[in-house]
């Protein structure tokens, strides 16, 4: 049925809406027009069984300011100051990446990777009966480190995931860690993480043991800036409110590679995991100099597109 657009009910907020966004050329109008309502406290529930109901003045004015804002390709989740990643709804500003659905892979690949290995994580190899446990809880205390931590939604989700977990959230930018802070307070994660404004190259720089003892993990995962200077070029209204510091990865985009990929080797234990995300088409060069650097069991990983987006690494030798 096409309702009135002006007849105040909820299907013809959802119409309007989606017509308004498809005309400044977004997508997916009409998932996020319902996001819009949803934020509203309009369910998706109630706009399919209650299209007819009438929204309020203030309602209508309130959802007509947050599509006019969006039709200026202003990323809704800046708009609306939250976004979702895997079960969490994180706070975010213009300070920090909007998490993507890519590396909700990355995430579920450290995951899937830290439980096939947990060997490694154990104080002892078997249990009383000689055999493993199968719950995450009979891993052993270990350390992570998430470069580029953003919101901390890497972080979050891994903390969430292994109560047995301590979390070092490492971003240049601090008006980033000041999001991921919020983040990790919202989720009552301040016990086991630890977030420190600066430089990755800078930090790792030196003796591993002697100058920063307590900047040696068990895991390291980044999403670094990866686009290159031509997709820089080329990208959509959306990514120009993104923080250019967050997003450019020097002229052929593999810069953060080439330099944390043997850094990183320094600061991982023996036994310990190196998780990349990675541009497209970036792959194969990172997974070379992760041989060259002398990591082992260098596994590559699809995203939903088919394109190659997580690679994985173990240090199993002694630096
Ligand atoms: N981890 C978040 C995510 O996946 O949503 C954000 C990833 S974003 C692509 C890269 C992040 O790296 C940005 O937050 C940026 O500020 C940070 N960054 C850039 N250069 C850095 C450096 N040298 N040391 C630490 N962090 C850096
Ligand atoms: N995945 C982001 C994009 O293509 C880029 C993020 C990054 O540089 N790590 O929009």
């Known amino acids: 049925m096409v309702s009135d657009p002006k007849d105040g009910s909820i299907r013809s907020l959802l119409q309007k809406g989606e017509n308004s966004l498809l005309e400044a050329g977004i997508e997916e109008s009409r998932e996020e027009t319902l996001r ?72 579920e690949k450290v995951i899937a990777a830290i439980r096939e290995k947990r060997r490694i994580f154990c104080k002892s190899p078997a249990g009383k009966n000689g055999r493993m446990g199968s719950g995450d809880n009979l891993i052993r205390k270990f350390s992570f480190l998430d470069i580029g931590t953003g919101t901390g939604a890497i972080a979050i989700s891994l903390l969430r995931t292994f109560s047995n977990a301590e979390g070092t959230l490492l971003d240049i930018s601090r008006e980033a860690i000041e999001v991921a802070r919020r983040n990790v307070q919202k989720y009552g994660l301040e016990g086991r993480a630890r977030l420190i ?80 995300e990675v541009g497209a088409g970036q792959s194969g060069m990172v997974s070379k100099w992760l041989q060259d650097a002398g990591y082992d069991s260098i596994h590559r990983f699809e995203d939903y597109l088919g394109i190659e987006r997580v690679v994985t690494a173990w240090n199993d030798k002694r630096n």
């Open 36 to 107: 819009i309502l949803e934020v509203l406290g309009i369910s998706r529930t109630s706009v399919y069984l209650g299209g007819e109901r009438k929204v309020s003045e203030e309602e209508e004015r309130r959802f007509l300011k947050i599509v006019g804002e969006r039709m200026t390709r202003r990323p809704l989740a800046y708009i609306l100051g939250e976004t979702c990643f895997r079960e969490e709804t994180l706070w975010v500003n213009e300070h920090c990446l909007i998490p993507r659905p890519e590396t909700e892979i990355l995430v």
């Open 197 to 276: 404004p600066g430089d990755f190259f800078k930090l790792s720089q030196g003796p591993a043991e002697s100058d920063t003892p307590r900047f040696v993990f068990d895991v390291i995962v980044s999403n670094p800036p990866y686009l290159s200077e031509l997709d820089l070029q080329n990208i959509q209204p959306e990514l120009k409110y993104e923080p250019r510091e967050a997003l450019d990865g020097g002229k052929d985009g593999l810069h953060f590679y080439r330099r944390l990929i043997p850094l990183a080797k320094g600061r991982l234990r023996a036994g310990g995991l190196l998780a990349l």
